[in-house]
């Protein structure tokens, strides 16, 4: 394929994807206020809370977060979510200097930082900067999921960050501060887990400096926290049980209903083993098979489906191993992806079918998720079959 053709589809789908996103900011109302939430603010505010070594938990702190996204508290208006703080006290430490400076000024810079991260997630997966690379960037950066935690100031973006660069530095034979940015990672654990659990598994047998460098480093983080707020973990754990209630519930959860908890407990039980038998296998393949896990047990948010980017990725590179049929329906589901993208913003644009335009975004990340989740199986079905490990876990080129 030539290379303008790719740039110039890159460049149709960024405009479909930043158009539908300005006109959704105009059309959704949230609480008294019209426009998308912006939520750096809560991790913000909570975090500059705990520098003060005030509790980020208080009532004080959820009433200012609310009036900020919704000009009222939740409980006033129709579908307003509680604006909580719902980290970890030791988040204060992974969004320095940002909680030092103005919210105006933070607010302006984090996407900026976040933009730059996002568009070095693909290279920091495969290892090398190629055309193909490069390719990978465009269209990723082009996705609406992107765009809309740039919008939002989403913090999934900066932990998923941290989280491939301890990645990165492991690889470069950098374990310990690689340990300290896993720590630091883990202030949103449903999205730097995917990527740090084989990282963990492969460091109890080969790399045991980061493995001891993350254990002393999250219990420093943990440490000085409880020094901050006394009692915060206590706390935070009554936060996240909030949060998850009132948040999308996990897809296993409306697909079983009550059987769920144990269900997903089984699931990740089998994760855990799964990567501990086959812990030699490219960890490109592992993380894509812990994405596809935590995006079944954990809250269906539609910005963490950046995430999927790390099995979309391994599958194209792998393209050779698996299924041509599976291929050719990841690629269209794609392309399906990025023309409901166009339809929505069409949709909004005319003023029709608001509702309709709304859903399709999120509802069309369906076909990639069952794509990718198909892929991994049959992959893992594959090495089980042919045994043995390849011990290429830090391949890089080919995305293994």
């Known amino acids: 394929m030539p290379v303008k053709r790719p740039i110039f589809l890159a460049t149709l789908c960024l405009l479909s994807s930043c158009t539908f996103a300005v006109l959704f900011s105009h059309t959704v109302m949230v609480g008294a206020r019209h426009g998308i939430v912006d939520d750096l603010h809560p991790l913000w505010n909570g975090c500059r809370a705990v520098l003060h070594r005030t509790n980020p938990y208080r009532e004080e702190i959820t009433e200012q977060n609310e009036m900020k996204a919704l000009g009222s508290r939740a409980g006033q208006v129709s579908g ?20 030092l400076i103005p919210f105006s000024v933070a607010d302006a810079v984090y996407p900026i930082i976040v933009a730059a991260c996002a568009l070095m997630y693909v290279g920091w997966l495969r290892g090398v900067w190629d055309r193909r690379t490069f390719l990978y960037i465009a269209f990723f950066f082009a996705s609406y999921p992107v765009i809309y935690c740039l919008q939002s100031r989403q913090p999934t973006l900066l932990f998923f960050a941290l989280a491939l660069l301890a990645y990165v530095l492991l690889r470069n034979e950098n374990p310990v501060f690689a340990g300290v940015l896993a720590a630091l990672s883990l202030a949103k654990p449903q999205v730097s887990l995917p990527i740090l659990l084989p990282l963990m598994v492969f460091a109890i047998q080969k790399r045991r400096s980061f493995l001891t460098s993350f254990i002393v480093s999250l219990l420093g983080l943990c440490a000085i926290s409880s020094v901050l707020v006394p009692g915060w ?81 391994w599958a194209f590179d792998n393209a050779a191993s698996i299924p041509p049929l599976l291929v050719t329906f990841l690629r269209f589901s794609l392309i399906e992806y990025w023309v409901a993208t166009a339809v929505a913003a069409t949709l909004l644009a005319i003023n029709h079918g608001t509702a309709l335009a709304w859903a399709l975004p999120g509802a069309m990340l369906a076909p990639i998720l069952i794509c990718c989740t198909a892929a991994v199986l049959y992959e893992a079905l594959r090495t089980v079959l042919r045994g043995g490990g390849t011990n290429e876990s830090f391949a890089v080129g080919t995305g293994r």
Do not use: H, K
Request: charged share 15%; proline share 7%.
């Open 233 to 313: 973990v206590f706390e935070w754990i009554g936060a996240v049980g909030r949060y998850s209630r009132e948040v999308d519930a996990p897809i296993v959860t409306v697909l079983l209903g009550r059987a769920a908890p144990a269900v997903s407990g089984a699931i990740f039980f089998l994760l855990l083993v799964t990567l501990w038998v086959r812990r030699n296998e490219p960890f490109l393949f592992q993380m894509s098979l812990c994405v596809i896990v935590f995006r079944l047990i954990t809250p269906n948010q539609f910005y963490n489906s950046v995430l999927l980017v790390v099995p979309v990725v």
């Open 80 to 99: 307003g979510l509680e604006r909580q703080f719902a980290y970890p006290v030791f988040a204060a430490f992974s969004l320095l200097p940002l909680d």
